[in-house]
């Protein structure tokens, strides 16, 4: 009898782990974006608010690094199990959310600084030209160099395409 009550508890720990370690379906950008939209523009949904959040998410294939995009919805019935829209849910006290996360691609991974890229850069650009002159007097420290940097160029995305064809 004591042997019966060990497998089964085996089979039922087990039951449990599978069913929590079920995988969150992560998108690509042009996927999420359309999901995102499309739930912004269903009625049903109910949504009133959306945020994201860059996260880790860990699953058997390694780790993920995505965008999670929570959509509070005024659904509050709803459950990651039981919605109409296939989309894990989030729960706070009485409020709602669902959960699209989205991964990032490569290409948009954040860009590195390099004191002699970001010289380069102002010499080319009128406005980092202007804020040398203004805001650090022409002798800025590489200490000014990286704020500047970290400021006016990482992430804005015309900045940034400027920065990374310099060679």
Known sequence: MGKVKDTLKKIIKEEIKKSLNEEMTIYSKKDGIAKLNRMKKTGGAKIYKVTSGKTRLNYSGGRA????????????????????????????????????????????????????????????????????????????????????????????KDMEKKYRKIR
């Open 65 to 156: 690094y995505v965008t999670m995009y929570h959509l509070y919805t005024k659904n509050i019935n709803h459950t990651s199990s039981s919605n109409p829209y296939g989309l894990d849910m989030m729960r706070n006290s009485n409020r709602a959310a669902y959960l699209i996360p989205i991964k990032e691609s490569k290409l948009s991974e954040n860009v590195y600084y390099d004191e002699d890229k970001l010289l380069k850069l102002v010499d080319k650009d009128k406005f980092l030209k202007y804020m040398i002159k203004s805001k650090y007097r022409n002798k800025p420290k590489s200490k000014d160099l990286k704020d500047m940097f970290d400021t006016y160029i990482s992430g804005d």
